[in-house]
């Protein structure tokens, strides 16, 4: 997410696809074939566990009262542009606060005061709501994918509010003896993570169940299992963990996905920078520190959320956080603390005993999230990934088992199963519109011991170096890769690229399929050059096979300012009804309609961050264009390829958002009825003095979403749940 600074570590000499740029731009005479649809809608066919369906819900997508598959046109008027410090959403729609920052989960515990003085965040909900999945109950309290009016959210909570999350701001270790308060420690650290909580809908009104038997949380401090080939690896063995089979904690969690077995994936996006590490580039080899470097773990540096939690002397749970050599051996410090974080987590809903399992078959860097095409029986479960930073890559995952839909309710086994062994695959973008997946996998393309970038000694080598492996095999760096979304009517893959700087990619350097810089719109307050409003890209894999080596793309939609130049910027013909900038969320529901969150900082002088829908088409619905970019003396002219306008996907603004937030989080009842949405930290970049409130001080205390906020109460953030006011199918 972008409200944070942005981790830039890749120095490879990957030039984008400037390299490719003299190919024949055939276009494949517009695309190679057709797609194959996809042979289910997801979450279409699913069963009740145990045959358990006494809810009052529909029967599903495609069912007698299930929602509408492939709508042809959209059914509200655009919000326009607001500023104000209430959530906006079109005429005839509710909007209500369900679950806010330090609300309880747990029975006996005390109300949020929200002064900054509330502990206990371990059974409270974390800050920074983000990524969230919807999984639903009966009404016995068993799995069913039909039920819309129960179910378990599972909700990311990425970073924290400094301004408000304690009584006075953060108190630095040097003015503390040289030690952070471990009161406050504490409060961060359990303020981070996962919220898993039970909602319910009551009439037409939904709340979450405090003290329900479904609550938990997962934090920076709680125990987790390492899984896959980086588990028992002499790479992540420490202090804490001397056999290299368990890890403490989850951090920085942004992105999220939903396995086809009904768990949750939350992806571990900027956790490199909570770590301390003084200069012990003598005592590392020169392969540890090139690793380390990478990650953006420079010797003598610190991270942009380093917290001083390892000044707290408390024990190895708080000084696992300055990885400086000090041992004599990995076992005696935590030279490889930063090793086991930068994967994703998996979760399981519905058996909140069940200990959390850390997945690094997904390869570790800035993990967006972790996004599932649909599983289709025998074939391979496949995953994408965004790497999220500058000039990062995409990724992928095939596993090695074949699905069996005998496994769909199997929970963490299922996810043993086919999360432990397969092969994580880069994305090459070529110039001409195709593309092709390079195997980051030992002993192939060179991934081994001779490698001159690093020195791969085994499977887990690669994972936990899967940045430097991408950057050997030549993966096409990118606009900050983002969320990902499949498409469930024709499986193509979108992800969201949210923008870019010429200071990390020269004009020089652009490329087909991050074709574009640019100055801002003279007088933006929030001026900035390069890709300021970034875009999204989408791709069919060959043959329609989630699995192939190959894939054709085009972009879908770009970012911009209604009123800049059609020809460079506004290259999607975006109007004052659904102009937008930095796309970071995207999701595409069971019916096809595909949502876009914005987390932005160069319009946001005209609106607050905001979240639209499109009906999206398919690749290959547009065709060849050339851009021409200039920033200063700086002129390039690069062959893309555009989708169809935002007037022919009947783009529209949905949401707009309070002042200081990010719009993130997204989850459909399958009934197509209920929307939760995550408001993150309202009131940022307010002053600290004032706690935020002067920027905004949203949630209202009566709940209403829609009303502005009170003047007075220290903002939240929060996720909140809308409906339509005649109970009909969100967006239509």
Known sequence: MGHHPVEDSNRSDNNSICTVLDQRLSRRQILRGSATAATMVAGASLVACGGDSDSDSTAGAGGSNGPTIAPEALGFSAVPHSLEDRVVVPDGYQASVLIAKGDPLSLGLAAFKNDGTDVDYDQRSGDEHDAMAYFGLSDSGMPSAASSSRGVLCINHENLEDATLHQNGSTAAASNGGARPKTEVDREIQAHGVACVEVIKEGNRWRYVQGSPFNRRITAATELAMTGPVAGSELVKTRLSPAGMTRFGTLNNCGHGETPWHTYISGEENWFSYFRRDDDSAMRTSADNDLLTRYGLTPGGQGFSYREWDTVAAGDLYARFNITVSGASATEDFRNEANQHGFAIEVDPYRPTEKAK???????????????????????????????????????????EGWDEADEYLGLSAGDKYLNEGTLYVAVFNADGGGEWKALKFGQNGLDAANPIYPFAGEADVLVGARLAADHVGATKMDRPEWSAINPLNGEIYIALTNNRTSNRPVDDLDAANPRAYEDLVGDANGRD???????????????????????????????????????????????????????????????????????????????????VAIPGEVGDGGMQQVTSSVGADEKTVTTFVGKSASDVDLRRFLVGVPGCEITGIALTPDAKSLFVNIQHPGEGGSAASFNVDKSSWPNTSGDAQALGDGSSRPRSATIVITREDGGEIAL
């Open 358 to 400: 850390v997945r690094t078959v997904f390869g570790r860097f800035a993990h967006e999230g972790v996004w599932f095409a649909p599983a289709e029986a025998g074939k391979p479960v496949v995953a994408y990934m965004g790497d999220d930073a500058r000039n990062e890559y995409i990724y992928k995952f095939v596993s090695a």
């Open 530 to 612: 390069g890709n300021a409003n970034g875009h999204i890209i989408r791709w069919r894999e060959t043959g329609g096979e989630h699995d192939a080596l190959t894939f054709d793309w085009d972009i879908f939609l770009f970012g911009a300012e209604s009123g800049a130049d059609s020809a460079s910027v506004n290259l999607s013909g975006l109007t004052a009804d659904n102009d937008f900038s930095s796309p970071d969320g995207i999701f595409i529901d069971m019916r096809g309609l595909m949502w876009i969150q914005t987390d932005d900082g160069a319009y946001t002088d005209t609106v607050n961050n905001q979240m639209l």
